[in-house]
DNA sequence: AGATGTACTACGACAGACGTTGCAATGCCA
DNA sequence: TGGCATTGCAACGTCTGTCGTAGTACATCT
């Protein structure tokens, strides 16, 4: 059973989760729920990876905490530094992938290329 | 000018440089070399980075170094374990790539989908 | 009453990346 | 011949995000 490293995703938890806060205000719990259903399971963030990720965006302005009125919950909404924090992730993930595959081999294809 | 963050790469510096040695022993500059030139200067590795991923990489097994016999440098080359490593780290990064995406929105798309 | 789920906080440890520094050999150009 | 860039590597310490562990508190279900 493969797994996804920690080390991979690192960096990009907070753009998960700035992801699902385009989409309105949201909590903790809530969020995780999120992030695991639209991953189909394969990916569960750790509470304490959320929470911290939290504080930090917060302290950076990406998100704006508030209680809600109802319940004893933390909602957090996103802010414009966010969406803009946002799309650079995602500029920048391009730029990843692309690099990034330029050394997987895909099921055993070309291993002589000798490329340099 | 969009950066790679290492935040990303992290854990993938090691996948890079075993492609790199599949192909052969190779040593650490060499290597940097390859890795600016296949990426055409979107990636270089930092010293520090390279040299830390060889005695950790050697600690675990995955690579064997040796002397080279008309210079002063270190070679290194891949051993099996190396190789099985890699693998894995090929199909991890398949994964990864799976989940990533589906939080990454492509130039401006269905931002309001609210998929849960 | 106890287990499970919801919701969050605090603390500390770990590992990979990186900044800085240092050093030594070599090549090259002026 | 002097100086500078390039090659090639090692040692040290710091930073940051993740994660393990633990604890609190309330609600609901059995």
Chains 1, 2 share one sequence.
């Not at 700035?18 to 399971?41: A, D």
């Not at 911290?52 to 909602?75: L, P, W």
């Amino acid at each position: 059973m493969i797994e996804i490293s920690s080390d991979v995703i690192r960096g990009y938890n907070d753009t998960m989760i700035l992801y699902i806060l385009r989409n309105g205000p949201s909590y903790g719990y809530e969020i995780s729920k999120s992030i695991k259903s639209m991953t189909e399971g394969k990916y569960v963030i750790k509470e304490t990876t959320l929470y911290s990720a939290f504080t930090r965006m917060e302290k950076n302005g990406y998100v704006e905490s508030f209680s809600g009125a109802e319940d004893r919950r933390t909602y957090y909404r996103i802010t414009e530094a966010g969406k803009k924090f946002y799309e650079e992730k995602c500029e920048e993930w391009e730029l990843t992938k692309e690099v990034v595959e330029k050394f997987i081999a895909k099921n055993e294809e070309s291993v002589l290329l000798n490329e340099e």
